[in-house]
């Protein structure tokens, strides 16, 4: 997450100061990612030093000095909002990093390793679930974190019942090894 770009986003509605950006900020996802305001002041000050934001410099530093976006600020926050991030290259995810790990471990029973996780996700996904009910109704934020976090993990779910699927026929019929040329698309799909 680009706190960077919320704070720039939060002070393109005008002059704030730290604490009010913080709260701005909780207030604004849903209340799910608590900020620490030593991380507000520290990203302002990166900001003011790379022309992004200015302070009220006669101000005394602390919770009273108030910031506002500059020209460049508003052109990053543009450019941010506008790129779609990179998702080229699968990130790395700890879930699939331990199933690959556990299928290669022979005392390790890899179904059982995935179905663990798989209902650690489930009851995620039923408090999720919850929340929305209770309390998202009234919180657009709110809900909208819910619903992104909800389809979020529904997919691991589904990408682990896949890779169930695949490991139990893989258990069958093991694959022949990949073509040279498999290899080296593969590899120019992940550099791109």
Known sequence: MSIRHALLALLSEGPK????????????????WPLNVGQVYTTLQRLERDGLVA????????????????????????????TPPDLASPPRDEIVIKILVAV??????????????????????QQWT?????????DLALALVVDAEIF??????????????????????PPAAAPAAAKIRRRAVVRR
Do not use: C, N
């Open 17 to 32: 100061y730290g604490l009010q950006l913080r709260e701005e900020f909780e207030a604004r996802t849903g209340e799910v």
């Open 55 to 82: 302070s009220d410099d006669d101000a005394d530093p602390g919770p009273q000095k108030g910031f506002r976006i500059t020209d460049g600020g508003a052109a990053e926050l543009d450019s941010w909002l506008r």
């Open 104 to 125: 290669r471990l022979p005392e390790v029973d890899v179904h059982e390793v995935i179905q663990e996780h798989r209902r650690y996700l489930v009851e995620l996904m």
């Open 130 to 138: 919850h929340l929305k009910e209770e309390e998202a109704e009234f």
């Open 152 to 173: 979020r993990l529904d997919s691991v779910v589904q990408w682990l019942d896949s890779a169930d699927g695949r490991i139990k026929r893989a258990a069958v019929a």
